[in-house]
């Protein structure tokens, strides 16, 4: 089993950044793909980035250029660097993990795919 535990989220204004962490614990014999899912109010959980265990890496049009995800395999650590923040990616953010797969998959999108989720943080933006 695998536990993960998010963390550094918080609350800017516009334009500003922020560094989510999840750390992971347990049964970790090998990596896998890990990704970041943000649920905001009324809305559908959505992909915003994922990672794959040779670091390749794929994101959401609606971050792309300004978030980067990335990992630490000697901690355990998944990150996710948030830059120009706005108010529309206000959300809970989860982080997830897909211990049956290794690469970035064919459909990395989907929350099904994921066999581990974390409990979220919370980010929020100001105008």
């Known amino acids: 089993r695998v536990r993960l535990v998010e963390s550094g989220g918080g609350s800017v204004q516009a334009g500003g950044s922020l560094r989510l962490s999840c750390a992971a614990s347990g049964h970790i014999y090998s990596r896998f793909s890990m990704a970041w899912f943000r649920q905001r109010p009324g809305k559908e959980r959505e992909g915003v980035a994922v990672?794959?265990?040779?670091?390749?890496?794929i994101y959401a049009d609606s971050v792309k250029g300004r978030f980067t995800i990335s990992q630490d395999n000697a901690k355990n650590i998944l990150y996710l660097q948030m830059n120009s923040l706005k108010p529309e990616d206000t959300a809970m953010y989860y982080c997830?993990?897909?211990?049956?797969?290794?690469?970035?998959?064919?459909?990395?999108?989907?929350?099904?795919?994921?066999?581990?989720w974390g409990q979220g943080t919370q980010v929020t933006v100001s105008s």
């Open positions: 997830a993990a897909d211990t049956l797969r290794n690469g970035l998959g064919s459909t990395p999108w989907d929350v099904n795919e994921y066999n581990y």
């Open positions: 990672i794959a265990s040779d670091d390749s890496t």
